[in-house]
């Protein structure tokens, strides 16, 4: 790719009088937070010196003679910054965390074992672009040359590694074509509809999802929906759940997985030059996603000829997520495939390794794998393949086994190394042809320098056999397996739309003429009350502005509130005071606010009440609060027979029933005055270490945030910012609190398309997971406040807010 002479004059400027006058090798970390250093790192697997400047919020500015050189720094510097996160993901993946944690570790690496890729990962790596191959390597040397040095400084290791006195492991190419578990969750759902159906109750499964667009729910031909239990799910369920990391011997809580699944989404829009102040293309994107310590996101820019990218990653996946490069600008918001199926598989009574298939017993594939196990003798374990994919369960006594088929099993599911095509594109085309090999089920907006905006929906999409649709298990006789994989082009796109804009928040956006029945993509989606907010603002902006588009990612605005709020019946005296001030709350659930405060709490006890009134007692095992808000407000709308023979007259003592209970909680919680309850005082933030039930843990890296981290926001306003109400009561018996903030945007970016030193980004709650990196938490403040930051990207930017400088040079050439 020909390099433009303004990214040489940057690299002239960057690179060059940067040696001279250097201090002595000293690690990274060392001299975080004292200004005016440099610093000389180096690795083996490096071609040719690279540079580091690192600007305030510890962002690193990469400037490489090659783009491999380029990705060796992305490693090395996200080794440096999150290598207990690195290291714990990796091990989670590869079913090594036992060999750490001890015996209770077995099942969470069998299961993660049992999902690795079992095809030829050599031929798989091998067939990758070679700049996408050479990228890979250079990440993961860029790796392990940061763990060479460490074996050379062990003072400098991480906390946890002294706390429990192990080393991180040394990083091999071929794994990140093997790691492919992207469990989304969708298959509790068939479980769960399909034991709904042994009770002849499945439409009640209509009250938690309901399907969209309306489809009517049927049970697979030669499905005995009787014998469905939950177990059935088994090591893919302990897939779905994670590790046991509360006190590392506590299984985790079902229903706080459950609660992270239904709220991780995004936000992403493209706004057309034609619609803005500058006539220049903005792009902004809040990916949501369960909040803690570190953040998800470590965000760095990448230099190099054919290489100019910046933005937020994934600790372990190489290269950019979110962000742009010198060309355009790209964002994600989860988009809904079903990927995951459930197939149920007959035995034979005297051979349990058989299976009937196609008209005969069909023995499966075996494997045998020993897992060690810290302070335990190493534990043997079988794992077993069917045509579907992997057996994760077995009832021998009922002659059954269950097997799940998964799109990111596919051969050139690569997903891992997806960001880097991506990153090295330069138009809707290449752009369009790098995300071929992507498949978590996503949707990317574009804006380019010329002008353009565009969607494309990406990710592994099933083809289906014999009008299956996904929703319930089917037979694992052959009559329902996959035919394989649908390809990108099935997916819907559009570019340059008559609109001038495109948002997406996770909301049912399938065309209205696509072909859903015959490509089958999902029924299950998100609540659309978010996209609608940002959609009625976007159309209302004919000449939008970035700080538009900040205001918008911040926005609290809540029609679903200011809809339920309108039903409030009559209320005694005593509760006037409250119900006026209720009725005269603009729907904004602001920090501050004392009519957020009161909906938020009065929303929760009625979506209990109106649960129990609605859900049978013997159904609520298999039905998880809560109802969803669509559903129940229809029904607030509608009150019917399910309410009983008085529907309005129950809908009205629900709802005032409800009122009194938030009213009582809020006075106890906030005191009497209701003119000074504050959500902000309930919705706090708290960030705690994933091991923080471990007391060295917990003293080493202290909390980020408390109760005067105050916030805004839920679920369904664009500035989400979701909670658990519905907390295991063992959680509740501990002081948890049920309002605190549990997930949200952690890392957000607005992009002035073309004036790229325009952009804005938060990345919380900071870049690094050392508690003395000066980066630990230093993202928290700004946050709170929305107080988007400069994301540097121009040579005169970068260097202006330059506050550190390093350079890596290649093992054994430093000056």
């Not at 897992?371 to 079988?382: L, N, Y």
Request: aromatic fraction near 10%.
């Amino acid at each position: 790719m020909k390099q433009s002479a303004s990214a040489l004059s940057r690299r002239h400027v960057l690179l060059g009088g940067v040696a001279a006058g250097l201090a002595g090798f000293v690690a990274p970390s060392a001299l975080a937070g004292k200004g005016g250093n440099s610093r000389i790192m180096e690795g083996e697997g490096l071609e040719a010196p690279v540079e580091v400047l690192e600007d305030q919020w510890g962002v690193p500015h990469v400037r490489a003679a090659s783009v491999p050189d380029a990705f060796f720094a992305n490693g090395y510097l996200v080794a440096r910054d999150r290598l207990w996160q690195l290291d714990f993901e990796y091990r989670r993946a590869l079913g090594r965390l036992a060999e750490v944690f001890g015996p209770d570790f077995v099942p969470s690496d069998t299961a993660s074992r049992l999902f690795l890729f079992r095809g030829d990962a050599q031929a798989e790596f091998a067939a990758l672009p070679p700049t996408v191959q050479a990228s890979a390597r250079a990440y993961v040397a860029g790796i392990n040359a940061y763990l060479a040095y460490l074996q050379k400084n062990e003072e400098q290791y991480p906390e946890e590694f002294r706390i429990f006195s192990y080393t991180p492991l040394v990083w091999d190419v071929l794994d990140l074509v093997r790691m492919r578990a992207e469990a989304t969750g969708n298959t509790q759902a068939e479980i769960r509809r399909a034991r709904l159906a042994a009770q002849d109750a499945l439409a009640y499964d209509a009250l938690i999802m309901p399907l969209r667009p309306a489809h009517t729910l049927t049970v697979p031909d030669g499905l005995d929906v009787q014998a469905v239990t939950e177990q059935d799910l088994g090591l893919f369920g302990v897939l779905q759940d994670g590790p046991p990391l509360s006190g590392l011997h506590t299984p985790p809580s079902r229903t706080e997985g459950d609660h992270r699944r239904a709220n991780e989404g995004s936000n992403a829009w493209v706004i057309a030059p034609t619609r803005t102040a500058t006539g220049r293309p903005v792009l902004a994107n809040d990916p949501h996603l369960s909040f803690g310590s570190p953040g998800p996101r470590h965000v760095i820019h990448l230099t190099a000829p054919g290489l100019d990218v910046i933005g937020g990653g994934a600790p372990g996946m190489p290269g950019v997520m979110q962000g742009h490069n010198a060309h355009f600008a790209f964002g994600r918001t989860n988009f809904h495939i079903d990927q995951e199926d459930v197939f149920i598989l007959r035995t034979h009574p005297d051979h349990p390794d058989r299976y009937f298939h196609n008209g005969r017993w069909v023995e499966m594939e075996t494997e045998e794998t020993t897992i060690a196990v810290r302070g335990g003798p190493a534990q043997r374990v079988r794992l077993r393949y069917a045509a579907q994919g992997p057996v994760v369960s077995a009832d021998g006594v009922r002659n059954r086994a269950v097997a799940v088929s998964a799109t990111w099993l596919y051969p050139g599911a690569n997903g891992m190394l997806a960001n880097i095509g991506i990153n090295l594109a330069s138009d809707w085309d290449s752009f369009r042809k790098a995300l071929k090999l992507h498949t978590s089920p996503t949707n990317f907006t574009y804006a380019d320098t010329a002008g353009n905006i565009g969607w494309q929906a990406a990710g592994g999409l099933p083809e289906r056999r014999n009008g299956y649709d996904g929703l319930l298990p089917a037979p694992g006789d052959g009559r329902y397996d996959w035919k394989g994989l649908q390809p990108l082009d099935a997916l819907p796109n559009s570019f340059n739309p008559a609109c001038g804009w495109f948002g997406t928040s996770n909301e049912l956006n399938l065309p209205a003429d696509y072909p859903y029945a015959e490509r089958c993509v999902s029924y299950e989606w998100k609540d659309p009350y978010r996209y609608q907010r940002v959609a009625e603002v976007l159309q209302a902006s004919p000449r939008a502005t970035l700080a538009q588009s900040v205001a918008l990612q911040h926005d609290t605005l809540s029609h679903l509130a200011l809809s339920v709020v309108r039903f409030l019946p009559d209320v005694p005296a005593h509760l006037e005071a409250e119900a006026t001030l209720l009725r005269r709350w603009d729907g904004h659930v602001e920090a501050a606010s004392a009519g957020a405060a009161l909906y938020e709490v009065w929303w929760t006890r009625l979506n209990t009440l109106f649960y129990q009134a609605l859900v049978p007692a013997h159904l609520r095992p298999l039905l998880p609060q809560p109802l969803n808000a669509s559903v129940l407000l229809a029904l607030l709308q509608t009150p019917d027979e399910r309410l009983g023979k008085a529907p309005e007259a129950q809908r009205n003592s629900l709802l005032f029933t409800a009122f009194q209970q938030a009213v009582d909680e809020l006075r106890d919680r906030l005191g009497p005055v209701a003119a000074a309850w504050q959500w902000g005082r309930l919705h706090t933030v708290q960030l705690r270490h994933p091991l923080h039930s471990v007391k060295a843990v917990a003293e080493a890296f202290l909390p980020i945030g408390g109760e005067d981290a105050r916030s805004g926001g839920d679920a369904y306003t664009v500035m989400a910012r979701w909670y658990n109400p519905n907390l295991p009561h063992k959680a509740l018996e501990q002081g948890r609190n049920p309002y605190a903030v549990t997930g949200g945007a952690s890392y957000l970016m607005v992009c002035d398309v073309g004036a790229w030193d325009q952009s804005l980004f938060l990345n919380f709650p900071g870049q690094s997971a050392l508690p003395g990196s000066g980066h630990y938490e230093d993202a928290l403040r700004v946050w709170l406040k929305g107080e988007m930051q400069p994301l540097l990207f121009s040579e005169q930017a970068v260097q202006a807010g330059a506050r550190y400088r390093s350079t890596l040079y290649p093992k054994g050439k430093t000056p």
